[in-house]
């Protein structure tokens, strides 16, 4: 055999580099290799980093400042597959870092993660690219660059996948992208929902818990409860609460539950299948606060559908609620509160919890918790409302000075709700009372300077329903309520305006207080309202005609009208027309002003200190001159209370009973018909020496400073109102009453006036002579001896409203005045057992004192306008 021969190695090609092993122990080396175009290099520098990033989010920072992501990004789309997977894989723990989050936005990497979603892709590439997308979806921008790159789709086929981690990170992804309605809709197109009940089969209960949490939101859509049930969704969320292990779950259930209970379609099944009464079993046993708050919040969504409140009135829903207000969690004593609140629509349940319910509702509002006496308010107030049973209930359970009480919370939602509560109680008089005596009108105070319209309006509205009688009026302005409510007339809420409008009508029913609400300025501020389109309201208009009608020389110039309604009294004074917005000066003021060329103050001031003197028989029969006139007085009131209660003026002097009047001035008024044939002039006389004793009263309160200031007396007026009491009053023909008065005004007057010689009538140098004569633009009525038409008007209007004889005053142009009358027509015929409805007439006072004329004849409009 020939010898061997070693066979040469051959050497490396000159071109080729000799392989190198290198350890590196520094990220940034690592991070430089990325750049290499060596596949294995990637490969392993990738996997190098991805064991970094996994120690921590120091290490994730680091990545961040040396560069890695821009680089890796690219690496995203490699040819080479383990290089695409290790990129992945670090994207899905880097994504956790809000700073790589951002730069990954800026970098616009969505559409190459997105990619690795595809089916043919392997599942650990699904894992972590579906983590990365849950990691970027918690934030808004990513959450539009998701959807608008497409990514819903992929992310609802990979809830199919057999990897629970590629489960776990695509619903929640899913579940982040659903708070945006654009992506709700679409999951609804793409039929999610048979996808996301599949995974509550899962074993791992974190898959479970977010599809649960993604069907709470989903299921917030119509759309998507309707596909819930059509999917039979309703069985495996009501075996959740029915299982006990899955405990953890359940309030993720309940809340699935509470959507789909507001469909109706959906509530009718889950009766029909028995899981309602389950369902308010399972809370009404439950004994983790949680799950009980979460019962009732579902409840209480459901309620505000009616047909939904029928079906749980049906189900004893009360039941379970008046239980859960006896938890000891204050959330969910809130939530059965609230609960209570929406099935107070429901006129079965509002009377089940009058016994069952309202006695507890009253002890949570003496809870530490704000929020609980809030909701326990708002329940109490849906109860009483439109409901005087459980009103009273509320009383009876001690509920009022509670009540009270919470009027001074800090929760303004709980001020609102118990004034409503108390106004729903003050509706009915005795449990008024009972409010009254507890210091409501002090408690009121607070609420009523409070900045929130919601208190502001409930309070204004408390105040109208509890000051219905003069003490609470009197406490309510001792306390200092009304300057507070009427600044609310100022405010640009409609409903606080209107409330507190409502308020002032009632306050103003007494005449000090009507006067104290003028002097804050509130009829000022309600002619301003109603001066306005847009602001105005019928209780404003109301509250300004109120105040007018207790400040009727106010009333008089404003509107140039008093109805009959509207009694004259002691201090009226007319000081001619005034423009809306100008002030009326007080009679004092205008009183004190020296004498000028503008038009004289008419007053009417019947108080005097010396009685006229009584003939024998009146002197056996009268008690009194005063008796007399307040009695003829209380006449009119009393017919005008009989015919509008509580229209009338609040104004008025007391009076004595009526009753006692009518006989006094019967008999005496018969005595003086039977007797005046033969008196003679010996009457006269005694009319002139009548008129010097009451002339008395003026020359000695003259000279005394020191005392109040008081009107200037008017003993002819003082005269004039016992004359027409005497002769006029016992007239028993209406019509000859009204003809009576007419033809003894105008004798007072100057008499009759022809048409043709009224501008030889000179009254204007008599009212001059009286204005110098008093050293004041202030003329009492009776010291008129020549009187138009506008003087005449006013004294008839005074004296018919002393004896009863209903009658207006109405102010026309160039100083025209006259009064009207409602009488009944005989000879008219009505309908069939009806007597005709009375026509109005104009009372002549100048040319033919005494006659009356049709409202809208032709003589009375040439009375009235010529």
């Given amino acids: 055999m020939g010898k061997k021969i070693k066979k040469e190695v051959e050497p490396p090609p000159k071109d080729v580099f000799d392989p190198l092993t290198i350890e590196s122990k520094k990220a940034a080396t690592v991070v430089l290799m990325l750049n290499s175009p060596e596949e294995e290099i990637l490969a392993k520098a990738c996997e190098a980093i991805y064991r970094f990033a996994l120690k921590g989010e120091e290490n994730k920072a680091t990545l961040l400042e040396l560069g890695a992501v821009e680089p890796l990004t690219k690496l995203l789309t490699h040819e080479d597959k383990i290089v695409r997977r290790n990129a992945t894989m670090i994207f899905g723990i880097l994504a956790s870092n809000n700073d790589v989050k951002k730069l990954l936005r800026e970098l616009d990497v969505m559409n190459s993660v997105i990619a690795q979603l595809a089916p043919e892709e392997e599942v650990v590439i699904h894992e972590f690219a579906s983590l990365c997308l849950a990691n970027m979806s918690a934030e808004y921008t990513s959450k539009v660059q998701i959807f608008e790159h497409g990514g819903l789709e992929p992310l609802i086929r990979l809830l199919s996948s057999p990897d629970p981690d590629v489960k776990k990170n695509s619903i929640e992804c899913i579940y982040n992208l659903v708070q945006d309605f654009q992506c709700r809709a679409t999951l609804q197109e793409l039929n999610a929902i048979p996808s996301i009940l599949d995974l509550l089969k899962s074993e791992y209960p974190i898959i479970q818990l977010l599809a649960l949490k993604t069907l709470g939101v989903i299921t917030n859509d119509k759309e998507s409860r309707a596909m819930l049930r059509d999917n039979q969704g309703l069985d495996p969320l009501i075996k959740i609460l029915e299982t006990k292990e899955l405990n953890d779950l359940h309030i993720e259930a309940l809340s699935v539950i509470a959507n789909c209970l507001e469909d109706m379609d959906t509530m009718v099944l889950i009766q029909q299948t028995g899981g309602l009464k389950k369902l308010l079993t399972f809370a009404e046993n439950s004994t983790i606060p949680d799950i009980q708050k979460n019962a009732a919040k579902a409840i209480t969504k459901a309620a505000y559908d009616p047909e939904n409140r029928k079906l749980f009135h049906e189900q004893e829903v009360e039941k379970c609620l008046v239980t859960l207000l006896g938890s000891e969690n204050d959330g969910t004593k809130i939530a059965a509160s609230q609960a209570i609140s929406a099935m107070c629509e429901n006129s079965g349940s509002k009377d089940f919890f009058n016994n069952q319910g309202i006695p507890q509702l009253i002890q949570l509002l003496k809870s530490d918790n704000d929020e609980v006496r809030e909701a326990a308010a708002l329940a109490l107030a849906n109860l009483t409302t439109c409901n005087p049973a459980n009103a009273k209930a509320a009383a009876e359970a001690d509920g009022i000075d509670p009540l009270i009480n919470t009027l001074s919370s800090k929760r303004e939602g709980a001020v609102a709700n118990a004034a409503t509560v108390l106004t729903n109680m003050a509706t009915q008089e005795p449990l008024r009372v009972s409010i009254q005596s507890h210091n409501a009108m002090h408690a009121i105070i607070g609420p009523l300077r409070s900045a929130n319209t919601v208190v502001q309006s409930k309070a204004a509205l408390m105040v109208a329903a509890t000051?219905?009688?003069?003490?609470?009026?009197?406490?309510?302005?001792?306390?200092?309520?009304?300057?507070?409510?009427?600044?609310?007339?100022?405010?640009?809420?409609?409903?606080?305006?209107?409330?507190?409008?409502?308020?002032?009508?009632?306050?103003?029913?007494?005449?000090?207080?009507?006067?104290?609400?003028?002097?804050?300025?509130?009829?000022?501020?309600?002619?301003?309202?109603?001066?306005?389109?847009?602001?105005?309201?019928?209780?404003?208009?109301?509250?300004?005609?109120?105040?007018?009608?207790?400040?009727?020389?106010?009333?008089?110039?404003?509107?140039?009208?008093?109805?009959?309604?509207?009694?004259?009294?002691?201090?009226?004074?007319?000081?001619?027309?005034?423009?809306?917005?100008?002030?009326?000066?007080?009679?004092?003021?205008?009183?004190?002003?020296?004498?000028?060329?503008?038009?004289?103050?008419?007053?009417?001031?019947?108080?005097?200190?010396?009685?006229?003197?009584?003939?024998?028989?009146?002197?056996?029969?009268?008690?009194?001159?005063?008796?007399?006139?307040?009695?003829?007085?209380?006449?009119?009131?009393?017919?005008?209370?009989?015919?509008?209660?509580?229209?009338?003026?609040?104004?008025?002097?007391?009076?004595?009973?009526?009753?006692?009047?009518?006989?006094?001035?019967?008999?005496?008024?018969?005595?003086?018909?039977?007797?005046?044939?033969?008196?003679?002039?010996?009457?006269?006389?005694?009319?002139?020496?009548?008129?010097?004793v009451l002339s008395v009263p003026k020359m000695t309160g003259e000279g005394s400073p020191d005392k109040e200031w008081c009107p200037p007396s008017d003993p002819d007026f003082c005269l004039y109102v016992y004359e027409v009491t005497k002769t006029i009053l016992p007239i028993t023909n209406m019509k000859e009453q009204v003809e009576a008065l007419a033809k003894y005004v105008a004798e007072r007057m100057g008499g009759h006036i022809p048409k043709e010689k009224l501008h030889e009538f000179s009254w204007e140098l008599h009212i001059s002579e009286l204005k110098f004569q008093l050293k004041s633009n202030v003329i009492p009525i009776g010291q008129i001896k020549k009187g138009i038409f506008y003087h005449r008007a006013l004294l008839f209007k005074a004296l018919a409203d002393k004896i009863g004889i209903g009658c207006t005053l109405v102010r026309g142009e160039y100083g025209r005045a006259w009064n009207e009358v409602k009488l009944m027509d005989r000879t008219r015929k009505g309908v069939i057992g009806c007597l005709p409805p009375p026509e109005t007439y104009i009372v002549d006072l100048m040319f033919h004192p005494g006659e009356l004329m049709k409202l809208r004849s032709k003589e009375a409009d040439l009375y009235r306008f010529l």
């Fill in 467 to 692: 000051v219905c009688d003069v003490e609470a009026r009197t406490e309510l302005k001792n306390a200092g309520g009304l300057e507070p409510l009427v600044e609310l007339l100022h405010s640009k809420n409609d409903e606080v305006r209107r409330h507190a409008s409502w308020a002032v009508t009632v306050c103003a029913n007494d005449e000090l207080m009507a006067t104290e609400l003028c002097r804050l300025r509130a009829l000022d501020i309600l002619e301003e309202i109603n001066l306005s389109v847009s602001r105005k309201n019928k209780f404003s208009e109301a509250a300004y005609n109120k105040l007018l009608n207790n400040n009727l020389p106010l009333k008089y110039s404003q509107t140039g009208y008093l109805s009959s309604c509207d009694i004259i009294s002691d201090g009226f004074y007319d000081c001619g027309r005034i423009n809306h917005g100008t002030k009326l000066l007080p009679l004092k003021e205008l009183s004190l002003k020296e004498p000028n060329d503008q038009r004289a103050i008419l007053l009417i001031n019947n108080k005097s200190e010396v009685p006229p003197p009584l003939s024998m028989e009146d002197k056996s029969s009268d008690i009194g001159y005063g008796r007399s006139i307040s009695s003829s007085s209380s006449l009119r009131r009393a017919s005008k209370e009989k015919t509008s209660a509580g229209v009338g003026s609040p104004t008025e002097e007391k009076s004595e009973p009526t009753s006692g009047r009518n006989t006094v001035l019967s008999k005496s008024a018969t005595k003086e018909k039977g007797s005046r044939k033969g008196k003679g002039k010996k009457e006269e006389e005694k009319v002139k020496e009548e008129e010097e």
